[in-house]
């Protein structure tokens, strides 16, 4: 059974610093495994994805996330936060044989930026 | 514009109500689903449908029934509101068998609350 855990339920950087949200996953085949972002009051965007070709996976606004199935870890990641990227993000996994097309979301991180 | 389209954005119920929340999409996707989001849980999976015609439950189906006559139209029906089903509610699409590869397209999202 796939499951999917999102370390920190908030995470405070301040601008101009790195971000780093983590997530474990649980799979019990190859894993397929996205970023969302949700910004208030708005629906959920695709950050990136990686579906088994490179581990490091870069998305948009300069977003990238590296997965490592020895940790079973697909941390997202960030050099240089903004403003604009206070918002809640969702790690999900979803199995790549999956028939039924199920994907299983984390219970989220709220990114907030100090200015 | 393509994508997936909900309505209302937000409605108020009376307890014992019934109401049915519109998801239709036009990218002639086979899969689509409903997501209830509530705080620090996620998004947790209400129903989903494989293709017209067929449907099936999610992790909380509970209080909720949905049909699927054609591609496009993916309704939700609350048979009797509760409190408890006060949430934010996404519709979400993707092409058949993919969604472990492409993602999914979510809907903006129904905010309700049931009073």
């Known amino acids: 059974a796939q499951s999917v855990t999102q370390l920190d339920s908030h995470v405070s950087v301040s601008e101009g610093t790195p971000v780093l949200l983590r997530c474990n996953y649980s799979s019990s085949y190859s894993p397929s495994l996205f970023w969302y972002v949700q910004h208030p009051n708005k629906g959920l965007q695709l950050l990136l994805k990686y579906t088994s070709a490179a581990t490091l996976v870069k998305g948009i606004n300069g977003f990238e996330a590296e997965f490592k199935k020895s940790e079973t870890s697909f941390h997202l990641t960030k050099p240089s936060a903004h403003m604009s990227d206070a918002a809640e993000y969702f790690c999900?996994?979803?199995?790549?044989?999956?028939?039924?097309?199920?994907?299983?979301f984390g219970k989220g991180t709220r990114l907030h930026i100090l200015p | 514009n393509a994508g997936v389209t909900q309505t209302p954005k937000f409605q108020v119920l009376k307890t014992g109500q019934s109401m049915t929340l519109q998801c239709a999409q036009d990218m002639n996707h086979e899969y689509m689903s409903w997501y209830r989001q509530d705080p620090g849980m996620g998004l947790r999976l209400i129903h989903y449908?494989?293709?017209?015609?067929?449907?099936d439950q999610g992790e909380v189906p509970n209080g909720y029934n949905v049909s699927r006559s054609t591609t496009e139209d993916f309704p939700l029906r609350l048979l009797s509101a509760a409190p408890s089903q006060t949430s934010v509610y996404f519709c979400?699409?993707?092409?058949?068998?993919?969604?472990?590869?492409?993602?999914?397209?979510f809907g903006s999202g129904t905010r309700l609350t049931v009073v």
């Open positions: 979400a699409s993707t092409p058949s068998g993919t969604g472990s590869f492409y993602g999914y397209t």
């Open positions: 999900v996994v979803s199995e790549e044989w999956n028939r039924d097309d199920k994907i299983i």
């Open positions: 449908s494989v293709g017209a015609g067929i449907t």
